[in-house]
């Protein structure tokens, strides 16, 4: 069974820019939840999706936000980037609904310049 | 506030050499708590899932144990392969995922 897939592994952006990243989650999954990584804060729980629904949010601001097609697949959009938005994103999935036993992807490093 | 706190950040061991990994907790209702482990450059992996107090879980050389106020990640016998950080995340009552900061652990040969 194929793992999870985000795309694209490196990005590069400018302050003032935004961004959209790409999650493909195990078949058969239909929870995708993502994170944000940073040496400093660890991961942090950005939003989970269940069938195309935002299900929970974390505290972020919202210039974070997100959506899911009705394949399961998910996107994460960054509007006005910031310095401090650098960082690893990371998606998981999980089946069932249940976000118990998350899968993750192998994550999207987005530096802001 | 949810808090998950690990303790060491970072272990260095020789292989061969037993040792336990720590995580405290306070949390709302707590649904489950998991342990991950993460590789650089890659994302975590998942480990195991606890929902109860005296609960333990076991893989190869690796065991989990879940207290109402830490759970403990045993390494009984590591090897260098075992060398990564390890991830340890609470489930509350809100349906948030919260993660400590991980404990890099280093296995010397």
């Known amino acids: 069974k194929a793992g999870v897939t985000q795309t694209p592994r490196y990005l590069i952006k400018t302050r003032g820019q935004q961004v959209t990243l790409s999650c493909s989650p195990i078949?058969?999954?239909?929870?995708v939840s993502w994170y944000q990584q940073t040496p400093g804060q660890g991961l942090q729980f950005l939003f989970e999706?269940?069938?195309?629904?935002?299900?929970n949010k974390g505290n972020f601001p919202g210039r974070f936000s997100g959506r899911q097609f009705s394949n399961s697949r998910s996107e994460m959009n960054v509007s006005t980037l910031e310095l401090g938005d650098s960082a690893l994103y990371l998606c998981?999935?999980?089946?069932?609904?249940?976000?118990?036993?998350?899968?993750f992807g192998p994550g999207t490093r987005l530096t802001v310049t | 506030e949810d808090q998950v706190t690990q303790s060491p950040e970072a272990l260095r061991l020789q292989e061969g050499e037993s040792s336990s990994l720590n995580c405290s907790y306070t949390v709302s209702g707590l649904r489950g708590l998991f342990w991950y482990r993460q590789d650089p450059g890659k994302g975590p992996e998942f480990l195991f899932t606890l929902y109860s107090a005296g609960e333990e879980k076991e893989k190869e050389r690796l065991k989990a144990t879940l207290t109402k106020k830490e759970s403990f990640l045993h390494i009984t016998a590591p090897k260098p392969e075992d060398s990564a950080t390890y991830l340890c995340a609470v489930h509350n009552r809100d349906d948030k995922i919260i993660f400590g900061k991980g404990t890099r652990l280093h296995i010397l040969p």
């Open positions: 078949s058969g999954h239909r929870s």
């Open positions: 999706y269940f069938s195309e629904t935002q299900r």
């Open positions: 998981a999935s999980s089946s069932l609904g249940q976000i118990y036993e998350q899968y």
